[in-house]
């Protein structure tokens, strides 16, 4: 009996869908999710300073909780090849998220400490494990969720399949916080707020279901690849040789160069539970405005990605220089005293963090070999992770004791990252138009 090619298999099964209707299915998922993550995002700094937190607890919390969606992709990233699961874990992630945030909700009616910082006492415990639950979730989730999505994608068009993807993802960004600002200003709580969050929750999961249940093979719409993970599973890596991959071992110094730049870039951008917090306690917003200027944000996100996504592609590289100008922004005026200034330093967040989502990860892929780019990417994400976990910390606690310092060292550490971007760049020779 003959052996058949598994490749010319998959060429002759009929998929239940077509791809453009997995890549849309796949979008309304991320829309769903995005509506759970992105709408608790926008809450945790009121809730947590409602649950006794100083400004140093939400820094360290939140800026833990974006360490651990980057660091923990050095362990994912792998894994999900190792093994082959890929819609295991895509469904894990999706799951611990979905549970996680509509949990926080019963945070407000735990046992409270007395006083000081020990304020908060199990509310302010459970609230703080669930945000780090929530953000592991999209560790777990990301890697698998685009290896299946990138073998629908390359049907229509890679570039067009995650671009739908991608706009879905962040309509769910824009009107998560919308919903959670609703129900905040109806019921005057946050804790309804997040429980209403279970129902995107689980039409997530619910819409992940059906897409395996149709299509539990996504690679039958790429011709160019074997079975998810079969390659891999056929010659698995040693052990030794993992951890030389997650130490970055072999890759080029130039490249650890642009790392830790983009790592200054990402710690020193606030994260928004620390501003959520300022506008909270500083009473330059109700409570439930504060998702509504989150969303402002989002959509600032989304306008930057979609420019300097364009400007990286047609112009030069040069725009990245904008991050650290921008990052360098935003201590000064979100934390202001004024609540015009205050809006405006949101704004310039949202912008920061589009330009750096859309195109600072693109350079990578110029700095290393085709053979190493996932490596680099992952450790990339761990660089990211560490920054942004003394970023975080860093800032909380510099905010309660010198709002002045908070700015200078910011902006310092900016000017190192410029620094690096420059030379990172110019010595790659990757200042011209790309593509």
């Known amino acids: 009996m003959t052996a058949r090619d598994p490749r010319s298999a998959r060429s002759q099964a009929r998929p239940a869908w077509t791809a453009w209707r997995v890549v849309v299915s796949f979008g309304v998922a991320s829309l769903a ?10 809450l945790y700094g009121p809730l947590l300073a409602s649950l ?3 400004a140093a607890v939400v820094g ?19 894994l999900a090849d190792r093994s082959g699961r890929y819609w295991a874990l895509t469904l894990a992630g999706y799951g611990l998220t979905a549970v996680a945030v509509p949990l926080l909700a019963v945070t407000p009616f735990l046992p409270s400490g007395q006083g000081g910082a020990a304020a908060g006492g199990a509310g302010l415990l459970l609230a703080s494990v669930l945000i780090l639950l929530e953000r592991s979730g999209k560790a777990v989730r990301s890697p698998s969720k685009s290896a299946l999505l990138a073998h629908v994608a390359g049907a229509v068009g890679r570039g067009r399949g995650f671009g739908v993807h991608k706009a879905l993802d962040q309509l769910g960004a824009f009107a998560g916080p919308l919903v959670v600002a609703a129900v905040v200003a109806a019921t005057g709580a946050l804790w309804p707020a997040l429980l209403v969050l279970v129902v995107p929750g689980a039409a997530t999961m619910a819409v992940l279901l059906v897409i395996r249940a149709r299509v539990p093979d996504p690679s039958v719409y790429d011709s160019t690849t074997d079975a998810p993970g079969s390659a891999v599973r056929a010659a698995r890596p040693p052990l030794r040789g993992w951890l030389r991959d997650a130490l970055g071992a072999d890759l080029p110094p130039e490249f650890f160069r642009y790392a830790i730049a983009a790592g200054l870039m990402t710690g ?8 959520g917090y300022h506008l909270t306690v500083s009473r330059l917003v109700p409570v439930a405005a504060v998702p509504v200027v989150y969303a402002g944000a989002m959509l600032a996100e989304a306008v930057a990605a979609l420019g300097v996504g364009w400007a ?3 112009i030069s590289t040069r725009v990245l220089y904008a991050v650290p100008v921008l990052v360098a922004l935003v201590p000064g005026l979100a934390l202001s005293s004024q609540l015009g200034t205050a809006l405006a330093g949101v ?5 920061a963090f589009g330009v750096q989502d859309s195109t600072v990860k693109a350079i990578v892929a110029d700095l290393v070999a085709p053979s190493r780019r996932a490596t680099a990417y992952g450790v990339f994400a761990g660089i990211e992770g560490v920054m942004a976990v003394v970023g975080g910390a860093g800032a909380g606690w510099l905010y309660e004791r010198s709002l002045t310092t908070l ?4 902006a310092a550490a900016q000017v190192v990252a410029l620094g690096l971007l420059v030379r990172t760049l110019k010595r790659r020779s990757l200042t011209g138009p790309m593509g």
């Open 33 to 42: 999710a995005d509506m759970v993550y992105e709408g608790a995002r926008s």
């Open 52 to 54: 006794g937190a100083t």
């Open 60 to 78: 360290l919390v939140t800026g833990a909780g974006e360490a651990m969606a980057l660091v923990l992709r050095l362990v994912f990233c792998p």
């Open 268 to 275: 020193g951008l606030l994260t928004f539970g620390i501003v």
């Open 312 to 314: 990286y592609d047609r």
């Open 347 to 351: 704004l310039v967040w949202g912008l």
């Open 407 to 410: 700015v200078v060292v910011v």
